[in-house]
């Protein structure tokens, strides 16, 4: 009598989604230790300027905390299956709050024109602003034409555009040239360059990966 194969259950792997987003989580752990601390320390030499500004700084962070927290819920797969209702609510909080921040963020690098910013970082800020919320909004106008495949492919974008933020503080501070504006400059550039490419690139990895897991199985 021929024997029959047992099929043993796969082992589970971790998903590259839950790699990305623990890089993400150490990311902000860094720039809110390392980057952000003077808000909680008088003594730093940024505080005055930063003091002046303050009631467009505070609003802004809030703002762009809240974005990042939905974006990232955005997301989950267990939250958009299983809470409809509160994915769609979150999705369209975070459409608002990018269409504040994103602006606001632009507006706050004029003001930092007085401690050795130039305008060509000005115009890097603005244009990162714009394709963040271009982003975003194409993403949002085609969830409501119900068009799902390309609000994932927006969404991914908008979330790369997003982790800007991070990226150019993180770049900065392991490398020092946040004490340099005119390199910190050329990092906030490049990121701003390299958003929509890195999305689509993730994208395309993405779908090379799900192709390889429809591929029937040898026995």
């Known amino acids: 009598m021929a024997s029959v194969p047992i099929e043993r259950p796969a ?3 971790l998903r590259p989604k839950y790699l990305v987003f623990g890089a993400i989580a150490l990311m902000l752990v860094y720039v809110l230790y390392h980057t952000e601390h003077f808000l909680i320390d008088p ?14 700084l505070l609003p802004h962070g809030l703002i762009g905390a809240l974005a990042l927290t939905l974006m990232f819920m955005q997301f989950s797969t ?8 509160l994915h769609r609510t979150c999705g369209r909080i975070y459409v608002v709050a990018v269409c504040i921040v994103a602006p606001m963020g632009a507006y706050i690098s004029y003001l930092d024109l007085p401690v050795g910013y130039t305008y060509s970082f000005v115009v890097a800020s603005m244009a990162f602003a714009f394709l963040w919320a271009f982003a975003t909004l194409t993403a949002f106008y085609f969830i409501r034409t119900r068009r799902m495949e390309q609000h994932r492919q ?7 555009m997003a982790l800007i ?12 040239w946040e004490n340099t504006p005119a390199t910190d400059e050329v990092v906030v550039w490049v990121c701003v360059a390299l958003g929509y490419p890195v999305a689509d690139i993730a994208l395309q990895i993405q779908a090379l990966l799900l192709a390889r897991d429809k591929l029937p199985k040898s026995a």
């Open 165 to 176: 933020f991070l990226e150019v503080r993180v770049i900065g501070g392991i490398t020092g």
């Open 11 to 13: 082992a589970k792997v």
């Open 154 to 160: 927006w969404m991914t974008r908008s979330l790369c």
């Open 78 to 85: 267990r939250l958009r299956t299983r809470f409809t209702w």
């Open 43 to 56: 003594a730093d030499p940024q505080w005055p300027h930063y003091h002046e500004i303050g009631r467009w």
